[in-house]
């Protein structure tokens, strides 16, 4: 079955950097893209950033642009999102998933792929 397994949460002080890890297995990884999502308290999930089967296409919403940076490794079945510059605002239970895209107005929709997601890993940015 589908299993993901997030790492690489902590606490860091405004401004610092974090490097989360994302290992799959129960699926083709290097068949799928690839995404990253959080969900603070009281909100719901939202999408962060995704990366192309290959490598070769990253996509990040608005408010990370610029600080975070997807990658891959699909030797490795894991994916990654480092994350430089970082705000309170960050401060969420991070989350990984095989996702699938849609567009809509000229950009990507990201979905994920399963119902089944891991525990997640907890990123707190105190200010």
């Known amino acids: 079955q589908v299993q993901l397994v997030e790492s690489g949460g902590g606490l860091v002080q405004a401004g610092g950097s974090l490097r989360l890890s994302c290992a799959a297995s129960?699926?083709?990884?290097?068949?799928?893209?690839m995404g990253w999502f959080r969900q603070a308290p009281g909100k719901e999930r939202e999408f962060v950033a995704a990366?192309?089967?290959?490598?070769?296409?990253?996509d990040y919403t608005d408010f990370v642009k610029g600080r975070f940076t997807i990658s891959r490794d699909n030797a490795q079945n894991t994916a990654y999102l480092q994350m430089n510059s970082l705000k309170p605002e960050d401060t969420a239970t991070y989350y990984c998933n095989a996702v699938g895209s849609a567009r809509y107005n000229g950009s990507y929709i990201w979905g994920p792929e399963y119902d089944s997601w891991g525990q997640g890993t907890q990123v707190t940015v105190s200010s």
């Open positions: 990366i192309s089967w290959n490598g070769g296409t990253t």
């Open positions: 129960g699926f083709t990884f290097n068949s799928y893209a």
